[in-house]
């Protein structure tokens, strides 16, 4: 049966893939968006398991690549109630990975997604049927990176966390210098995403003023980013890495 219409294709296929699909991959997914999207083996499945085979049966013009990845978008538009198929903004925000990761975190922080955000910074860079080029793909990448900043500042809680760190009798002044230079750390550059890093890392920078749990917990936080991200050893500053234990990491993640 030959395939006329491009959109009813990708509509098929789609929602014959999701059925495919286990439930905790479903769940991996909807976890996971960015892996989804620039997923490299989805795509090749996609290819080779549907459009390859079916290449003497598509009636409309289509690249193998840009179908498999307009099916993969609309596959996760099954998945994920939020996500619009057919707005490349979203589609340039869910495919970034550290996108992913405070949108889980802000979820686990507050028990929902951070869809308000979303929806501002959709309404401020998205321009429904303008012709996608290449200034256009910037601007919805810089606009992604700005709704990721706001995300990862709800999940900061700065405010809260200044007057906590004064509870305990920290300068607030030198406190909120590091607090900047961090959000310098996780601002994303160029094609760069950036990494969430949690705020509770600046503590290690003031171990006079910590118990023994505070300080522990600040510094296991800044090693599950360092083993995630090792570039981080040579961003933050060198003050980050005064113990043994941090210290010895960051050379480790370094010299890797």
């Known amino acids: 049966m030959p395939f006329h219409e491009k ?14 699909l286990p439930e905790n991959q479903r769940a991996l997914i909807c976890e996971n968006p960015s892996c989804f999207l620039s997923s490299d083996l989805y795509g090749l499945y996609i290819r080779n398991h549907y459009i ?24 996760l538009a099954l998945l994920l109630p939020e996500f619009d198929a057919e707005n490349r903004f979203l589609q340039t925000l869910y495919s970034l990975e550290n996108f992913s990761r405070v949108r889980k975190l802000y979820r686990e922080k507050y028990g929902c997604l951070p869809k308000a955000m979303i929806e501002k910074h959709v309404h401020l860079w998205y ?13 919805y990448v810089e606009g992604s990176y700005q709704c990721i900043a706001e995300i990862t500042s709800a999940i900061w809680e700065i405010p809260k966390f200044l007057e906590a760190a004064e509870k305990l009798g920290i300068p607030r ?30 503590l290690v920078l003031f171990p ?19 083993r995630e991200r090792p570039q981080l050893a040579s961003q933050l ?8 234990k941090l210290s010895k990491l960051a050379f480790q993640t370094k010299k890797a």
């Open 237 to 244: 500053h060198p003050n980050y890495f005064r113990n043994k």
């Open 7 to 20: 959109q009813r294709y990708i509509e098929i296929v789609a929602r014959d893939f999701v059925q495919s």
């Open 127 to 139: 321009r429904e049927g303008e012709e996608y080029t290449f200034k256009v793909n910037d601007r």
């Open 52 to 75: 390859d085979p079916q290449l003497q049966e598509i009636a409309f013009p289509a690249n193998p690549d840009g179908l498999s990845r307009d099916v993969l978008a609309a596959a």
């Open 173 to 202: 002044e030198p406190l909120l210098r590091e607090v900047k230079a961090l959000e310098e750390v996780c601002r994303p550059q160029g094609w760069d995403g950036g990494y969430f890093v949690p705020i509770q890392v600046c």
């Open 208 to 226: 006079s003023f910590l118990d023994k749990q505070t300080y522990g917990a600040a510094q296991d936080a800044l090693c599950r980013c360092l």
